[in-house]
Nanobody, 115 residues
Framework: QVQLVESGGGLVQAGGSLRLSCVASGIALSINNTNWHRQGPGKQRELVASISSGGSTEYSDSVKGRFTIARDIAKNTVYLQMNSLKPEDTAVYYC?????????WGQGTQVTVSS
């Protein structure tokens, strides 16, 4: 049974930092692509960062240069380091792992950035 558990969200002032974690069980992050998505209030869910099985990373233009996705294979965990946070980064952040055409999702963690 695949399970993804996110943590690390919270309330932070603009300009601050947070690090989100996604701990996976039942699936190996080292051989599957892992993504962080977010959904802000009244907005559609958007992909913000990806790390491939080979370790290549990609970012949306809205977070490029501020967010960093990384993984610890030994801990089967993916992180999202978020710096220089802006109020528009306020959203529920979701971890997603793709195994072929099937996707697995965590429950999400709330990030709120105050101005």
């Amino acid at each position: 049974q695949v399970q993804l558990v996110e943590s690390g969200g919270g309330l932070v002032q603009a300009g601050g930092s947070l690090r989100l974690s996604c701990v996976a069980s039942g699936i190996a992050l080292s051989i599957n692509n892992t993504n962080w998505h977010r959904q802000g209030p009244g907005k559609q869910r958007e992909l913000v960062a990806s790390i491939s099985s080979g370790g290549s990373t990609e970012y949306s233009d809205s977070v490029k240069g501020r967010f960093t996705i990384a993984r610890d294979i030994a801990k089967n965990t993916v992180y999202l380091q978020m710096n220089s946070l802006k109020p528009e980064d306020t959203a529920v952040y979701y971890c997603n792992v793709q195994r072929g055409v099937r996707g697995y999702w965590g429950q999400g963690t709330q990030v709120t950035v105050s101005s």
